[in-house]
């Protein structure tokens, strides 16, 4: 079992940064990939960044260039810098863990963190 809490949501003006963080349970973290994804009223969760165990990443079309996900493994941590802010950031961030084994998955999920971005 894994439990994930985010912080370092906020209100910031467009053109501003903010950097989430996501602290993890569990004395296994570096082997979990990963992930941010966010979610608006209406909308499907859809995924921000993700972060191997290997530190390999990927992000979605919509923030490459402007946001950086990153780990710290000594600190159960996965972080995600966000820069150059736009309105259409606006969401609530979701942190995910994801242990992929041969024939399963085990995903986790923290509550999530509201993130305003005003124009």
């Known amino acids: 079992q894994v439990q994930l809490v985010e912080s370092g949501g906020g209100l910031v003006q467009a053109g501003g940064s903010l950097r989430l963080s996501c602290a993890a349970s569990?004395?296994?973290?570096?082997?979990?990939?990963m992930g941010w994804y966010r979610q608006t009223p209406g909308k499907q969760r859809e995924l921000v960044a993700t972060?191997?165990?290997?530190?390999?990443?990927n992000y979605a079309d919509s923030v490459k260039g402007r946001f950086t996900i990153s780990r710290d493994n000594a600190k159960n941590t996965v972080y995600l810098r966000m820069d150059s802010l736009k309105p259409e950031d606006t969401a609530v961030y979701y942190c995910?863990?994801?242990?992929?084994?041969?024939?399963?998955?085990?995903?986790?999920w923290g509550q999530g963190t509201q993130v305003t971005i005003s124009s």
């Open positions: 972060i191997t165990s290997g530190s390999n990443t």
């Open positions: 995910n863990a994801a242990l992929i084994r041969i024939g399963s998955v085990s995903t986790y």
């Open positions: 569990g004395s296994i973290f570096s082997r979990y990939t």
